[in-house]
């Protein structure tokens, strides 16, 4: 049986690994199919502290991974597609090879992805001026004009904060009203570098080596028409990876883990979260780096009374 199973392998996940492994838990990173999660498909991170320079996704997470193996961290490319967390003593977790572990305890760091439009020319143009984070790549907007789609409170919280670079920000709804909480709506609507285009859907990012607009159909009429813009920012929210522990562990109603007083605990003695897929406000590669810690240390904690 193992003592510690972590499961996922972004900042949160091998962050958990380096305070576990040096802890002397001995954790086991499941990496899953894409190790290093959403930040390996960034191209250019550059407000994660200590890189003056910026560094790139891939590189940051894998310097992660190494610092965790350095302490004895073990990182097997695998995914949990069911899990017992039934018995008050070993946590079992099957892979999808068949297998299945044991632990004391468990570490949940399995993240959260963007909802995006679906286009082909969307996945064409990412990180060539389409985003989902505004927080992470707004800089590079300045002076440029900018276009959101959604109408809930985060795209309104992602127009708003690319008002502090770019020269105008277009949300872009498929509705005629802003599902938005009230206090976001009146911010949006009063700032002078915010517009709307109303009833539109996107139906094409356009460009070659960047974003240069978007195409829109008009939801009412079916009109066809070309909005000229940088960047497209896409904020229709974000889907947690915790599907295998629903029914398993307290979930809000979004799916992301629910903790317990302040701390990485779930419902679940002996379970913890870490990162983005316990946080539906925050999402940044720092703040999971930060969570993945605290996991690890309450995980210490806990394994220290067993």
């Not at 990182?75 to 967390?85: G, H, P, Y």
């Not at 003593?89 to 439009?117: F, H």
């Not at 000229?228 to 307290?250: M, N, R, W, Y």
Request: glycine share 10%; proline share 3%.
């Amino acid at each position: 049986m193992e003592k510690l199973i972590i499961i996922g392998s972004g900042p949160a996940g091998f962050t958990a690994a380096i305070y576990a492994a040096r802890a002397n838990l001995a954790p086991l990173v499941l990496a899953g199919a894409l190790p290093g999660g959403l930040l390996t498909q960034t191209s250019e991170v550059e407000n994660f502290p200590g890189f003056p320079d910026g560094i790139n996704g891939f590189d940051l997470v894998w310097s992660m991974q190494q610092q965790a193996e350095k302490f004895g961290t073990r990182v097997e490319m695998e995914n949990v597609t069911a899990v017992d967390f039934s018995a008050p003593g070993a946590k079992k977790l099957t892979l999808e090879d068949g297998r299945i572990l044991e632990a004391q305890a468990v570490i949940i760091a399995t993240g959260a992805s963007p909802r995006w439009l679906g286009l082909d020319s969307e996945e064409r143009l990412k990180n060539h001026g389409v985003s989902a984070c505004a927080t992470c790549d707004g800089a590079f907007f300045k002076g440029k004009k900018v276009a959101v789609a959604g109408g809930g409170d985060s795209a309104m919280e992602e127009a708003l904060f690319l008002t502090n670079f770019a020269a105008s920000v277009t949300v872009i709804h498929r509705r005629d009203a802003l599902r938005a909480s009230k206090i976001m709506v009146d911010r949006a609507t009063h700032h002078p570098k915010i517009s709307f285009i109303w009833n539109s859907v996107i139906e094409e990012v356009v460009g070659g080596d960047h974003v240069e607009g978007v195409k829109l159909k008009n939801t009412v009429s079916g009109e066809v028409s070309d909005f000229s813009c940088d960047g497209l920012f896409v904020a229709l929210g974000h889907q947690p990876a915790t599907a295998v522990f629903k029914g398993k562990i307290e979930l809000d109603e979004h799916g992301f883990v629910t903790l317990k007083e302040q701390t990485s605990k779930t419902d679940v003695s002996g379970v913890f979260a870490a990162g983005d897929c316990a946080d539906p406000r925050y999402r940044q590669a720092i703040t999971a780096a930060g969570s993945g810690a605290r996991a690890a240390i309450d995980a210490e904690s806990y394994l220290s009374t067993l």
